[in-house]
């Protein structure tokens, strides 16, 4: 192993050269992952409405956009790490910023809609090198009283980024267009591989036996990915693709097949002997539940806020600023409190203060006036009085909701295993946090999509089961040129009523998490090791 970076002692509170540029280089790399989900949400409508598309609809294709991406870094987050401790992680790490930025900038460029789907799928692989990377190397460059303060840092810069990140990609996608949101990163990379390479040192882990389950991930990525592209294109298609029912088959194999792989590799990807653990099996459960209905939840806000009601990408992204500033303000108090009192009372009663705010949402009015901010017009910064009564409740009740649920989860997953499996446990936590939106987001577009065309049938007269109909008027997305003002307020009336529905199943899958936590928890686990060397592992909301 490579000399380690000195170490500053309590009494030197600065840092070196070298741990300054580590912490510069890991914030930009991860903070680029985490930034590019909140852009691109407030980019799915434009990307919508200006990208061609002849293979897939508009929503078929960003619900592509966003849970494609999140299955495949879901898939390879594992395997990525591993990766990582065996060939370098400062090479890994490095290889991971070059993927991003290359694939960051094709985004920006794609021709079509299919080819912008494709480029994110590879973005997400490249996504996986970096976000336990960046973890590993600040791991390396500090000790000590020195660690705790630099992931603070980290944590604060991308609970930064989580905040500004909505009002950011709002601004650029208003003014400059939705492409520049993926280009904007490849300057940045460029200067945190530059950095990397001359400024970061490198490590490994030297008993890593440099034997990987690559056959565990390939499995993996198939049953998340052939469940969620057949169930969306399927439904997408009226259950008339059979490229729809042959990768719902290969999902549906795959994913038996996975835990019996799992059981006979003699170096899983994923070890089963984990989920004895009553505690983590648990945590894991709730995890993929609570996740799930809140990337969810982000997804469907951000197309029904711009693409029905009028929002533009600055005002859906300020509306939901109080949400990222409880997050910021309101984990480390309330990791405290769940340190003392217990963390199984905060993992039940946040996911149902998030169903509360679902609720809510569940009755947003077909006509609420749209928040339509503009930095052109300081004036229209100021909100309407429909956004502060039907969406901002929302935020308020689902934020706090959101603070109660990130530092308890995070403390309860880390005390409930050794500390010599802590890095697979909190990779496997990543994994299933980030593959709930692909899985169950598929499955509620089934009802979601179902209703609109029912509603829109029913109100127009219009022949929903036909393609070129489907293709015209794609749920919780304007129609397309040429439909009647009468189509036009059916199809928006028709969206809102999904829209409930989508937001009434999220909040179903709220109250499962917290249910999962009441019952699989108990109370002597929520008080478990709640230090500063299990805070990074954090969910990013």
Same mark, same amino acid.
């Given at each position: ?17 070298? #741990? ?94 299919? +080819?912008?789907?494709? /480029? ?21 460059? @500090? ?10 840092? +980290? ?26 949101? /993926? ?28 034997? /990987? ?25 009226? +259950? ?34 984990? @989920? ?36 533009? =990408? ?45 609720? +809510? ?16 017009? &300081? ?99 304007? &129609? ?6 009468? #189509? ?39 008080? =478990? ?9 954090? #969910?990013?909301?």
């Amino acid at each position: 192993m490579t000399a380690r970076a000195s170490v500053p002692t309590p009494a030197d509170a600065g840092m070196t050269a070298v #741990q300054r540029w580590t912490l510069v280089c890991t914030v930009i790399g991860s903070g680029a992952v985490f930034l590019d989900g909140t852009i691109v949400n407030a980019a799915l409508k434009h990307i919508g409405q200006e990208l061609p598309a002849t293979l897939i609809g508009v929503l078929e294709g960003q619900a592509y956009i966003v849970g494609g991406y999140l299955a495949v870094l879901a898939a390879l987050l594992i395997l990525a790490g591993a990766l990582s401790d065996h060939y370098g992680r400062r090479r890994v790490y490095a290889i991971g910023l070059v993927g991003f930025a290359a694939t960051s900038a094709l985004c920006g460029l794609a021709p079509t809609l299919e +080819w912008l789907v494709v /480029f994110r799928l590879i973005q997400g692989a490249a996504g996986a090198l970096l976000i336990p990377g960046s973890l590993a190397l600040i791991t390396h460059a @500090f000790d000590g009283v020195a660690r705790a303060r630099a992931f603070g840092i +980290w944590a604060a810069s991308t609970a930064a980024l989580t905040v500004l990140g909505p009002i950011i990609g709002g601004t650029i996608v208003d003014t400059v267009g939705w492409r520049i949101a /993926f280009l904007v990163n490849v300057p940045l990379l460029a200067f945190a591989l530059w950095a990397t390479v001359t400024h970061v040192q490198e490590s490994r882990d030297t008993e890593s036996t440099g034997r /990987f389950d690559w056959l565990g991930a390939l499995v993996a990525a198939l049953a998340v990915g052939g469940l969620a592209f057949g169930v969306i294109r399927g439904q997408a298609n009226a +259950w008339a693709d059979i490229a729809a029912w042959i990768a719902i088959a290969i999902g549906i194999v795959s994913l038996i097949a996975f835990p019996i792989l799992m059981a006979r590799r003699p170096h899983p990807l994923v070890p089963l002997e984990l @989920f004895r653990n009553r505690a983590f099996a648990s945590i894991n459960i709730a995890t993929f539940f609570i996740y799930g209905g809140l990337y969810v939840t982000f997804f469907y806000q951000a197309v029904i806020l711009q693409g029905v009601l009028g929002y533009t =990408a600055l005002g859906a992204g300020l509306i939901g600023l109080p949400s990222g500033i409880m997050l910021a303000v309101l984990s480390t108090r309330i990791g405290t409190l769940a340190g003392r009192y217990g963390s199984r009372r905060f993992l039940v009663a946040g996911p149902l203060l998030m169903a509360a705010g679902l609720l +809510w949402y569940a009755r947003l009015p077909y006509g609420s006036a749209p928040w339509k901010a503009s930095i052109d017009d &300081p004036a229209s910064l100021i909100p309407p009085l429909d956004a502060i009564t039907d969406v901002l409740p929302f935020a308020l009740v689902f934020g706090l909701g959101i603070s109660c649920v990130v530092a308890p989860l995070t403390s309860t997953l880390m005390g409930s295993i050794s500390g010599r499996f802590s890095g697979i446990g909190s990779a496997i936590n990543n994994s299933i946090a980030r593959v709930g939106q692909p899985l169950l987001g598929a499955l509620i577009f089934i009802p979601i999509s179902a209703a609109y065309y029912a509603s829109l049938g029913s109100a127009t007269g219009l022949d929903t089961a036909d393609s070129t109909i489907r293709r015209a008027f794609q749920p919780l997305n304007p &129609p397309a040129g040429g439909a009647t003002a009468d #189509q036009v307020a059916a199809s928006n009336m028709a969206s809102i009523e999904a829209f409930h529905l989508a937001m009434l199943v999220c909040a179903v899958l709220l109250v499962i998490g917290a249910a999962v936590s009441w019952y699989g928890l108990r109370e002597s686990v929520g008080a =478990a090791d709640t230090s500063p060397a299990a805070e990074p592992q954090q #969910q990013s909301a």
